[in-house]
């Protein structure tokens, strides 16, 4: 018996129908890129997250890529410009910054949420930062009314990465209602799955929905005219008819997600595994990620039980060889986070049996000197 980390095709087999109705749908319309499914899907994803706007594009990384690019031609960012990021980080969000030459400045996280710390952000910023990109790391939002109070007295553009956190929320103000923009990912793993890649943007912006809109069809405003050196990338007809169907049963996704991580902090009671803090309406637990100084030996001893874990992630994006211009930084508690973590299956349709059954195992995980 085998407890996998995430087994997708049974998450999508319960919308089975629905998706197979969608599907065909847009096949018989006819009409496969930049349709009604489209305009649906973005009006629906906005509503969601309470932003006045949401633009769908090809993937997540994009939708970062595409908010700075954004920014720079409306004359808000400048080639070299700083922008401050969690050093530990999933490398897309430092993407993003080297893509559009700007300059990612590097801070150790908060040890307890892996997020922006306040202090973090304050001790980084320079006569040159002009933006924060917060990153909602496994699902836990990062702490938004503070950083939003930082960055207007500093004058900064908030940009957050909610491609682990669709839905989490501070009072009932969603991950990608917060900032200036936000960049959502729809990866099939991620806890909003299309059935291949898509993305989205959300703002409550006019002009920069109106420039990223442009940006994303080849920079066209208006059919065969061009404001901007724009790309090709857009959310297709099938996948935004694919996240319709899911969009409504997030909610009931995230709970069960909840109920999993809740259990388990309860449940886990090894003296040498640290767990994540419990934060309500405020994590929506992409990931489950414990700590511990034994990591290695750790996941050995699951999968030996037949549970499958994962690193996220194995390394920081400063020990990255796409950086070798950052790897002489240093960041202990980043490295040591990435020498530690280790996450265990979470999922929206794990059964409480699968979850004793995890609890048991690391509960049992003898420590070898
Ligand atoms: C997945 C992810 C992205 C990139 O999204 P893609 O759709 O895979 O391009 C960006 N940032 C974070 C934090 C992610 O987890």
């Known amino acids: ?88 980080t999933y ?37 040159k930062s002009k933006a924060i990109l917060a990153v909602h790391l496994y699902g836990l939002i990062s702490p938004m009314p503070e950083l939003m109070k930082i960055a207007k007295h500093h004058n900064l553009l908030v940009l957050e990465d909610c491609a682990q956190a669709h839905g989490a929320k501070i009072d009932s103000n969603m991950a990608g209602s917060w900032g200036d923009a936000a960049g959502f990912s729809f990866y099939p793993g991620k806890n909003l799955g299309a059935l291949g890649d898509g993305g989205a943007v959300t703002t409550h912006d006019k002009d920069l929905a109106k420039t990223i809109k442009a940006l994303r069809n080849y920079g066209s405003h208006k059919k065969y005219e061009n404001l901007y050196q724009g790309i090709n990338s857009r959310l297709d007809e099938i996948q935004a008819a694919m996240l319709r169907v899911k969009l409504p049963y997030l909610k009931a996704e995230i709970e069960h997600r909840r109920m999993v991580a809740k259990a388990y902090i309860e449940g886990i009671t090894h003296p040498e595994v640290q767990l994540p803090i419990f934060y309500g309406d405020q994590h929506v637990w992409h990931l489950f990620v414990v700590r511990t100084s034994h990591r290695d030996n750790l996941q050995s001893w699951l999968e030996q039980q037949g549970i499958q874990s994962l690193i996220h992630y194995p390394i920081p994006p400063h020990k990255q060889a796409a950086y070798p211009e950052i790897s002489n930084l240093n960041f202990p508690i980043t490295e040591s986070l990435h020498k530690e973590v280790l996450s265990l299956p979470i999922s929206p349709i794990m059964s409480l049996g699968d979850v004793r059954a995890v609890i048991t195992a690391v509960n049992e995980f003898e420590v070898r000197t």
């Open 1 to 88: 018996m085998t407890i996998e980390f995430l087994n997708i095709k049974r998450i999508n087999e319960q919308y089975s129908d629905e998706l197979k109705q969608a599907c065909a749908r847009v096949i018989d319309s006819g009409w496969y890129v930049m349709g009604d499914e489209l305009s649906h899907f973005e009006n629906e994803f906005a509503d969601y997250c309470g932003a006045k706007y949401a633009i769908g594009v090809a993937n997540g990384l994009d939708a970062l890529i595409l908010i700075l690019r954004a920014w720079k031609e409306m004359g808000k960012l400048a080639e070299g410009d700083e922008v401050i990021v969690p050093a530990n």
């Open 91 to 127: 490398i897309a969000s430092i993407l993003a910054i080297t893509a559009n030459r700007l300059t990612p400045v590097l801070v150790e996280p908060d040890i307890n949420t892996y997020n922006l710390s306040i202090a973090g952000v304050e001790s980084a910023i320079t006569p």
